[in-house]
């Protein structure tokens, strides 16, 4: 994607030289047991290089968004995190594939009033277009399912947050950003016990797409 400035934020590619400080912001935002690690990023560099994005303030990098290029078909609507991912590698990028799905978002918990979550999702609508893909897709965390687990099932639950009826961090946010629910997926992340393991797998669709291009 080609680099934007907006005063003192600045979105842009990653590079190889930012691995460094990429890999530190994904401990810093994940911990270092759920964190990508530099052998990820570069893997993911050298195979995807214009799908990975970042924002910088002041010269500093605060967020970044990660993505793999697929035909979800080859994955269907019920695949976990590793499959979807290559465990964070993205040796599965499809060159050819119709679909961005991004596998990561990370903001510096320091900066995070600064709605560098909207900047990134934007920045990956752009790689969207640029590419001339069908869509975007995103196995997302539903962190406030497991207040909820006893009273209804994890797509009743997604169901009624993109009703608005239920509030969730990551999925009210998603819903915002213009995404659509398509159905929740059990084991996404297995660890994952805010969410009991679900994530919701939500589609943005890309009107500016032209087929055959």
């Known amino acids: ?3 934007e400035s907006k005063h003192d934020l600045v979105i842009r590619s990653i590079y190889p030289e930012d691995l460094d400080e990429i890999s530190a912001l994904s401990i810093k935002c994940f911990g270092p047991e759920m ?3 530099k052998e990820h990023f570069s893997s993911q560099l050298k195979l995807f290089p214009e799908g ?3 924002v910088e303030y002041k010269g500093k990098i605060v967020g970044c968004a990660i993505s793999v290029k697929v035909n979800i ?3 269907g609507h019920n695949h976990n995190y590793d499959q979807i991912s290559d465990e964070g590698y993205i040796r599965n990028h499809n060159p050819h594939g119709k679909h961005l799905y991004g596998i990561e978002v ?3 918990p320091d900066y995070r009033n600064m709605k560098l979550g909207k900047l990134l999702y934007d920045a990956r609508r752009k790689i969207c277009r640029e590419l ?5 897709f995103i196995g997302g965390r539903m962190p406030n399912y497991h207040k909820y687990a006893d009273e209804m099932d994890a797509l009743e639950y997604a169901k009624r947050v993109v009703a608005g009826e239920i509030y969730d961090p990551v999925a009210t946010f998603q819903t915002k950003c213009g995404f659509d629910l398509v159905t929740v997926m059990p084991e996404y992340i297995p660890d994952d016990a805010e969410s009991k393991g679900y994530a919701s797998l939500m589609e943005w669709k890309n009107d500016e797409h032209v087929a055959n291009a």
């Open 35 to 37: 964190c990508l690690k």
């Open 132 to 136: 001339n893909l069908e869509s975007i």
């Open 73 to 75: 078909e080859d994955y």
């Open 1 to 3: 994607m080609q680099t």
């Open 106 to 108: 990370g903001v510096d």
């Open 52 to 54: 990975q994005a970042c």
